[in-house]
């Protein structure tokens, strides 16, 4: 058998294959041609957020399942879902960034690599957890993470309360809160 060294350096080099296959594959053809995007999806490592049961799945076109809350299954993005969105953004580096729907903490580490801070609300307490855990372990550290319904707005006086410069729904809402439109900055 080979030494764990070579072992691990095989297992590196297959992951940064699959992850360029994913980023010339999937997401230039989504037409997600930013530079600045591409480069961030080399930088933060998309399979350290996805459960390990399903972490060779973590550069394929397809959602991941995160677990079920409330009888409901959520998912994980596709990557070019997340990529596409982040070039439609143009999260500067002056921007407060609002995003509702935690998951994993992958969109939320890839917006605070963009933005001035990012104020992330997940509904489920198991996904905050796993999401706020994700965040501290890559020392992403521009991250107010808070627990509660984002689509009826942040309790006032909170830490993360706007206004925001973007704001971002990870999921389906059927009807657009005035809440959110009335956290947006003027412009």
């Known amino acids: 058998p080979a030494p764990p060294h070579r072992l691990a350096l095989a297992r590196n080099m297959n992951l940064e294959q ?3 296959n994913m980023v010339e594959q999937q997401i230039r053809t989504w037409e997600v041609l930013d530079q600045d995007v591409l480069d961030l999806l080399y930088t933060v490592p998309r399979e350290e957020f996805v459960p390990q049961a399903y972490r060779n799945l973590a550069f394929t076109d397809m959602e991941i399942p995160l677990g079920k809350n409330a009888g409901e299954e959520q998912k ?5 879902m997340e990529a596409r969105i982040l070039q439609e953004l143009t999260v500067r ?7 509702i729907g935690t998951g994993s903490g992958y969109l939320t580490a890839l ?14 307490p198991a996904l905050a957890a796993l999401g706020r855990a994700n965040i501290a372990r890559h020392g992403v550290d521009n991250v107010t ?7 009826r707005g ?3 006086g909170s830490p993360g309360e706007g206004p925001y410069d973007i704001v971002v729904l990870t999921g389906s809402v059927p009807v657009l809160p005035s809440s959110f439109l009335e956290s947006l900055a003027p412009g």
């Open 18 to 20: 699959a992850r360029f």
């Open 76 to 80: 994980m993005w596709p990557p070019k």
């Open 93 to 99: 580096k002056t921007d407060r960034v609002l995003e």
């Open 111 to 124: 917006l605070a690599h963009r933005a001035a801070q990012v104020t992330s609300v997940e509904i489920h």
């Open 145 to 151: 993470l808070e627990i509660g319904d984002g689509a």
């Open 154 to 156: 942040l309790r006032p």
